[in-house]
């Protein structure tokens, strides 16, 4: 008899049972009811005592635990999903008269029934449906085309707002469709973050949660602080439901869902137009976006008798609001200088108040722009900001026009080095060339390298960093590594690198050490080549030595580079300055070849193409894993390849070509088989 059958594992069951019901409970109140009934740290001490009980107890843990919220989980692919209810998109409008005329129909085809209508807010973000069985989430997808969507529940059950069990009273059976919104203050802390890592900050909440649900690793969806606002509840033939969709949302709240607390049942037009009236204005003090206001009929079993176009249905409507737009004097322009050299023109606007805050600066973006809107000296620009966090410039206000304005004459020299500005031909953007002598290239190289998925030196901030440039002690990234003890204690007018911070930033100098060698090359900054392009040149050439003889044509070769990235590559290697920026970065110890773990010579002389998904392995750790195994990866099928390693969803081209040429087919399984050690 196995020794461990024998436990009594019931306590434990129940320990488990009853911890997660209180998280649970805990996370309600923060969540729906803005009660915080401990303090963060109790909390915490909480969930991890339930994750090391399902650590140790594995076949006890709970599919929707709350520990799935933190999320972990990697979703290789989006499955396809038809969904059992169409997702219908709604008529809308930004005419007043056009929800009078809706109203007016509305009141004619139901023929002096009596009704009512509910007005909400309509949510600026991604529409999903979530189906719900025995009270419990068994599914999460997005609208996509309205009649398939994409199976999004890992990345669902991290948003604390998803219920993954239902509270009290529930129907067995229904879907509860909604929208994942990014408040505000995460969205702006999430791009707070990316610019610190030398990414570029997203554009919109709207966009950002998008992008959010379709992240593979569900730990990432969950850093990201998404909200999921009820509207709307569903279920089958048999199952029933409140007579009034007024009356679904109030039970769906007491399910445990968030659902809009500004719904409001109108009886009339007048009571509709003074809804939008009202929350065309207060729209800008809510936590989110909203981009106008739903008027539905109340009563549900109405909603059959007015039908449906072939698109949407005639019992609702949306009204959309129109986007905020101010016209304000252009005062100046200031040109800004990215880290590679880029040139951006900003505008300096006469303070003015647009959609909750005071603009008085928005981006022109380049002299295309300028001489596209055909801005000249002394304009009143027209500024939107609508459903977008960032103000825009949409136009020129002509009727403020002075007689004789002369068009912008767009800056030709570097504003903070005088080197004359170039243009790529293929750019919009001109560059400052002079990339290793102009303070903010400089300032933001350094920043780059010094960042979370570069060489992840924290104690490095902006600050810290224009300190030591002022200082003298740190020209070029190099120069982090000869820092001495000595040179920082003391350091700033206000004295504010003491022991211990100096001894705190001299550590987190010497772990980057141990950075891994493609995140150093990614950390270089080389023009084009991000986090994915980094990893690709890393694990094709090996090394920095042979990835700095290489040719432009070796360069290309590599998959998903391309000539353009292939050229600025060679370029970079081949100034004299930055290969002694290399060497020194070696001689202070820095990771110059990758340490992939070896695999043996299984795949030796083998021409592998990989196409599909795998459960074991992502495309890219498959590709590495046959060269590890001495194998050659290609990217298309021809009679010099030895295998077509076929996932899920094999691309059908590749299929065809390899049957007709008889290339043999090579599953997952068969491949761990034939590279496991014997």
């Not at 780059?448 to 200082?471: C, Q, S």
């Not at 295998?643 to 997952?668: C, D, H, N, S």
Request: hydrophobic share 40%.
């Amino acid at each position: 008899m196995d020794l461990f059958s024998s436990i009594d594992t019931e306590p434990v069951r129940r320990q488990m049972e009853t911890l997660a019901e209180e998280i649970d409970r805990l996370n309600h109140e923060y969540y729906m009811n803005d009660r915080s009934l401990i303090s963060d740290q109790e909390f915490d001490a909480m969930l991890r005592q339930l994750q090391d009980l399902e650590r140790q107890y594995p076949e006890l843990a709970s599919p929707l635990s709350p520990t799935k919220r933190v999320g972990g989980e990697v979703n290789k692919t989006f499955r396809q999903v038809e969904h059992r209810f169409p997702m219908l998109s709604l008529g809308n409008t930004y005419s007043i008269e056009e929800i009078e005329e809706f109203e007016a129909r509305t009141r004619k085809l139901l023929d002096g029934e009596e009704f009512s209508y509910t007005c909400e807010l309509k949510y600026d973000g991604v529409a999903i449906g979530l189906t719900y069985r025995h009270g419990r989430l068994v599914q999460a997808v997005t609208r996509g085309n309205g009649a398939v969507g994409d199976d999004i529940t890992l990345n669902a059950k991290t948003i604390p707002t998803i219920p993954l069990r239902l509270r009290g009273d529930y129907p067995d059976d229904f879907e509860a469709r909604g929208e994942v919104v990014y408040p505000f203050d995460a969205f702006e802390a999430m791009n707070r973050q990316r610019e610190a890592d030398g990414l570029e900050p997203f554009a919109n909440p709207r966009n950002a949660a998008s992008g959010s649900l379709k992240l593979q690793d569900s730990a990432e969806c969950a850093k990201r602080k998404l909200m999921f606002c009820m509207y709307f509840m569903m279920a089958p033939d048999g199952i029933a439901l409140p007579g009034t969709h007024y009356g679904r949302l109030q039970w769906a709240s007491q399910m445990g869902f968030k659902v809009q607390p500004y719904i409001k049942e109108c009886k009339n037009i007048d009571e509709i137009k003074a809804f939008i009236d009202h929350w065309d204005r207060a729209r800008w003090d809510l936590p989110f976006g909203t981009d106008g206001i739903v008027i539905k009929v109340n009563q549900t079993a109405l909603w059959d008798r007015l039908g449906l176009t072939a698109k949407s249905p005639r019992w609702a409507i949306a009204y959309k609001f129109k986007a905020e737009r101010v016209s304000t004097p252009l005062l100046s322009i200031d040109y800004q200088v990215g880290r590679t050299g880029k040139v951006t023109p900003v505008a300096n606007l006469s303070p003015v108040h647009l959609g909750g805050t005071v603009v008085r600066r928005a981006t022109l973006v380049n002299a295309d722009f300028i001489q596209n809107f055909d801005i000249c000296q002394g304009d009143s620009l027209f500024i939107e900001k609508g459903g977008e966090i960032i103000p825009k410039v949409v136009g020129v206000d002509l009727d403020r026009r002075a007689p004789g304005a002369a068009p912008i004459a767009y800056a030709d020299r570097c504003p903070e080095c005088g080197t004359p500005l170039v243009r790529i031909e293929g750019e919009a953007a001109h560059y400052c060339p002079n990339s290793d002598h102009c303070h903010p290239q400089l300032i933001g190289r350094l920043e780059h390298f010094v960042g979370r998925k570069a060489m992840d030196i924290e104690t490095l901030g902006p600050e810290r960093l224009e300190l030591l440039y002022k200082a003298g002690l740190v020209r070029d990234v190099a120069d982090i590594y000869t820092l001495r003890r000595e040179q920082l204690i003391g350091l700033g007018t206000d004295a504010t690198l003491q022991d211990k911070s100096a001894d705190n930033l001299l550590a987190a100098i010497e772990a980057s050490k141990d950075i891994p060698f493609e995140r150093v090359l990614f950390a270089l900054g080389i023009r084009y080549v991000g986090e994915v392009g980094a990893k690709k040149l890393a694990r094709y050439f090996k090394d920095m030595d042979s990835l700095m003889a290489a040719t432009e044509e070796e360069l290309a070769q590599v998959e998903d580079v391309g000539t353009v990235t292939a050229h600025a590559v060679y370029e970079w290697f081949a100034l004299p300055a930055h290969r002694a920026i290399v060497q020194r970065l070696r001689e202070a110890g820095l990771q110059m070849a990758g340490q992939w773990e070896a695999g043996g010579t299984q795949l030796e002389g083998m021409t592998i193409v990989v196409s599909g998904t795998f459960e074991h392995f992502s495309r890219d750790e498959i590709k590495a894993d046959i060269e590890r195994h001495g194998g050659k990866v290609s990217s298309s099928v021809s009679t010099k390849t030895t295998y077509l390693l076929a996932g899920e969803k094999t691309g059908p081209e590749k299929l065809k070509k390899a049957e007709r040429i008889g290339v043999p087919l090579l599953t997952e399984s068969q491949y761990i088989e034939m590279t496991a050690v014997t």
